[in-house]
């Protein structure tokens, strides 16, 4: 169980790297198109939240394959 | 961890454990993903297979590294229920407690959620059409709409936010997570563009209160539905169970006792007065009435028992008193065990559906990378091309006005995953499934897995197996050919004299000749039996030998007067009995093994549904054409050896074809095995112990035909079903992602998208109950039964 655990919390925190990254790059495509401060944060939480979703089951079976 | 592969490489086996789960909650096939997935991730679990149209998971687990607890626990940390699988009366009573509190559950959401959110459409809309002439203008206010869509979203639409978290906890996306995503973005927008306005979120024009909350309350609705149906969905077995007694009076000591029905021990004498339900299976051993079987059978008339006749439990004793023995009780009744089959049936998975829930959880996945796709180009690079403020929701007059990039992005977004929710896809097999087994299981047919079903439909060659199946498998007299100065009656009655001590097959069957026929047999003596040859006794003062050739010639009988009748009764592959009465030939008497009722009718029906029928048959090839000849079969595989047949159906196999072995299950098990579809049939009571993938409870070939127009039936509603589920998402998704905008200037709200949803699923609903009208071609126009049917033969006394 706790290997378990540990697993998907490690999935999740690297999900939710990956989603910050994603949030920043595309805090910066905003910027560089000139997007206010709303469409540009309002979209990074949106990019951040189904990057998180997308990348977390990805990377949870992936570290159980590795382990 | 050391896995099992690697200890089976050392050589050791790992033992492992079953737990039968019943899961409450579930509403489409990401559910059964999400727990599945999450089971699957527990340390120790080998395997889990979850069902949603049955609600039940069944899990192989290794004891020692994770407990039946855990695995609850796991479980129920998504949200679900979990609770171990109880038998009989008790599951049957759990079961509709936790459907009941389901649908309350839902129901009440649905009170909550639908009256606001109609107040809310009409408040948004307040301005529009002739709307103003109605609704007062107050009720458009912004922030009446978020005191009316607040209990909304954290009432009814609160367990998809706190279920979509249980899931992520486990690493597991269900469609929990569309909905809390869908609803909580609409939502949020709304408030942002109530309280702040010049926040760029669209501002006042694009307040989508009614968004959130026609959305909560369609994806209650689709809930409230699939609690409903799923309900119904195991209609089959919850009649079953209802039928069983509840109690029986006994003899115990030296008086009659009541005692619960499922305390009866075998052996015990019970009684049974007029008007009772009958509580166990058992044989008559005194008294007389009549049973009315109906609830079992459909027969209007009851059927007479007397001493000697069988009883099953759960019918009901009319007429007369009565008492029997009790020779099957608890699971090993003949209604317990069916309803063991129908379920265990049900909560299989078939080939098909295993597909269609693979794609339905990974769909989840690529919705949220599409959603995400959406998002980054209508953000980068379509609104600046292509929006105009002009724009509308589809089918509303409700303009999104002065949206602004990232509301717009957002709300198409959100559209794309709420409209791809699989929910129809997971539906689509499993409850056709249902409805095809339990069909099936009214016309005695038992299926005992979905792939069965699913490998009946696909058929090409139907193989019977000779003796027992497609033959009575005892020998009958078929013909009496009497010589010169004798009649018919007279050489049957004397050669049955000879016989009438005798013990072997053929000898029975004349005696039983004569008998049938009421003759007269008259009195023996100096019987002896010639082994190998025949017999020879002294009866009605004549000197009487009955045999075969070798016995006449050795005792120098002329034959050259019945040789030629002979010669052509062995052609048509009968065996021929010579009789001689003092020296002289008398006449001769054919035995052969003759074919069941209806044998050639459903041979003819298999032709016309384009399948191949053949013959397998360890007889000589001159009998065994004989017989394929009476009854129409275009193939025949004689001289075969029981442990060969087995080898013959897979050398058809071999040649591509799907072949289904019908046999009597005893000795052609391997055969039944190894068959694409084997079908045992004429079980009878001890449908449980039967090998094969079917059991055809009647003796009567007829219902090969029906079991194949069942499985075809509820395949081609399969195909429908997921025809209908994936059609709907194919088409919808592009127009939720915004392909057609440039042209059409008009985006799908959440809302239309929820709807959708909720009619995809009732369509697949809709066509599955469709299904529950099929009959097969051998029962139209007749009464069907009011109850499952699967006991009719056995309450006949035919199995």
């Known amino acids: 169980m706790p290997e378990n655990r540990n697993t998907i919390r490690l999935a999740g925190l690297l999900g939710l790297g990956v989603a910050v990254a994603a949030a920043l790059l595309f805090v910066a495509g905003a910027g560089a198109a000139g997007y206010g401060g709303v469409a540009r944060y309002g979209g990074a939480v949106w990019v951040f939240i189904l990057a998180w979703i997308i990348t977390m089951p990805m990377l949870g079976p992936a570290l159980r394959r590795r382990s | ?799």
């Open chain 2, 1 to 799: 961890m050391t896995s099992e592969p690697q200890i089976h490489d050392v050589g050791y086996e790992v033992g492992t454990e079953t737990l039968t789960l019943q899961v409450g909650g579930m509403s489409c096939a990401s559910c059964v993903s999400a727990i599945e997935t999450a089971v699957r991730n527990l340390p120790g679990v080998a395997s889990g297979t979850v069902t949603l149209a049955t609600g039940m998971a069944a899990i192989s687990y290794y004891p020692g590294l994770v407990t039946p607890a855990q695995i609850k626990h796991a479980i129920r940390d998504l949200g679900y229920e979990a609770a171990e699988k109880l038998e009989g009366a008790a599951a049957l009573d759990r079961e509709r407690q936790a459907r009941r509190r389901e649908i309350r559950r839902q129901g009440l959401w649905m009170l909550v959620a639908w009256p606001l959110a109609l107040l809310v459409m009409v408040g948004t809309f307040q301005d529009v059409w002739i709307l103003p002439r109605f609704v007062p203008a107050w009720l458009g206010n912004r922030i009446l709409l978020f005191a009316l869509t607040t209990p909304i979203v954290f009432g009814p639409g609160w367990q998809f936010f706190v279920n979509s978290f249980r899931g992520l906890r486990h690493g597991v996306t269900d469609m929990n997570l569309l909905y809390a995503t869908g609803i909580g973005a609409a939502y949020l927008i709304a408030v942002i563009n109530t309280f702040w306005p010049e926040a760029g979120f669209g501002g006042p024009e694009a307040t989508f209160y009614e968004a959130a909350a026609l959305l909560t309350a369609f994806i209650v609705l689709g809930r409230y539905l699939e609690a409903l149906t799923r309900g119904r969905a195991s209609e089959a077995i919850r009649k079953l169970m209802s039928l069983q007694p509840k109690v029986a009076r006994v003899w115990r000591g030296d008086r009659e006792v009541e005692i619960p029905a499922d305390e009866v021990e075998v052996g015990e004498i019970v009684f049974v007065r007029p008007g009772e339900q009958i509580p166990v299976d058992g044989v008559v051993t005194q008294g007389y009435s009549a049973v009315d079987q109906s609830m079992l059978t459909g027969e209007s008339m009851p059927v007479e028992k007397r001493e000697g006749d069988e009883v099953i439990g759960g019918t009901l004793n009319k007429t007369g008193a009565f008492r029997f023995r009790a020779t099957k009780v608890g699971r090993d009744t003949a209604l317990a065990q069916i309803i063991t089959l129908v379920e265990d049936a049900q909560a299989s998975r078939a080939p098909i559906q295993k597909l269609a829930d693979l794609v339905a959880g990974k769909f989840i996945f690529w919705v949220h990378v599409l959603a995400l796709a959406v998002f980054l180009f209508w953000f980068f690079l379509g609104y600046t091309r292509f929006f105009d403020p002009a724009t509308r929701l589809m089918l509303t007059p409700y303009g999104l006005g002065a949206i602004g990039v990232f509301g717009f992005a957002l709300l198409i977004s959100v559209a794309v995953l709420v409209i791809s929710c699989p929910c129809a896809v997971g539906m689509a097999t499993p409850s056709a499934m249902m409805a095809g087994t339990g069909k099936a299981a009214e016309h005695g047919i038992l299926f005992k897995g979905a792939d069965a079903i699913e490998r009946a439909s696909r058929l090409t060659t139907v193989v019977f197996d000779k003796t027992g199946t497609l033959t009575r498998g005892e020998p009958s007299v078929t013909d009496v050919r009497p010589a010169s100065g004798w009649t018919e009656s007279a050489v049957l009655a004397l050669a049955a004299a000879a016989e009438v001590n005798s013990e072997h097959p053929l000898g029975e069957a004349i005696v039983r000749g004569a008998r049938e026929r009421g003759l007269a047999v008259p009195e023996a003596r100096d019987f002896a039996a010639i082994p190998g040859r025949g017999v020879e006794a002294v009866a009605d003062g004549r000197a009487v030998l009955l045999g075969n050739r070798r016995l006449m010639q050795e005792r120098g009988v002329d034959l050259a007067a019945v040789e030629r009748e002979a010669e052509a009764l062995e052609r048509d592959g009968k065996t021929v009995m010579f009789m001689a009465a003092d020296g002289r030939p008398a006449g001769l008497i054919a035995v052969a093994d003759t074919l069941k009722g209806h044998s050639a009718e459903a041979i003819r029906i298999l032709h016309r549904l384009g399948l191949q029928v053949a013959m397998i048959t360890g007889d000589n090839r001159r009998t065994a054409e004989a017989i394929a000849r009476q009854v129409g079969i275009d193939r025949v595989l004689a001289e075969v050896l029981p442990q060969d047949k087995a080898r013959e159906v897979a050398s058809l196999q071999g040649q591509g074809r799907r072949v289904a072995m019908v046999g009597d299950g005893i000795n052609d098990a391997p055969a039944l095995a190894q068959a694409d579809v084997g079908m045992a049939i004429g079980s009878g009571t001890d449908v449980a112990k039967e090998t094969g993938h079917v059991v055809l409870i009647k003796d009567d070939l007829r219902d090969v035909v029906s079991a194949i127009e069942v499985a075809r039936a509820t395949m081609r509603k399969v195909r429908q079903n997921l025809f209908w589920a994936f059609i709907y998402n194919t088409v919808t998704i592009p127009f939720a992602a915004g392909v057609l905008y440039p042209w059409s200037r008009q985006v799908v709200s959440p809302e239309l998208a929820a709807f959708l949803m909720a009619i995809s699923s009732l369509t697949v609903t809709l066509n599955t109950t469709l299904l529950k009208r099929f009959v097969p071609s051998l029962h139209r126009g007749s009464r069907p039964g009011r109850l499952p049917s699967v006991m009719a033969p056995v309450a006949r006394g035919e199995a």
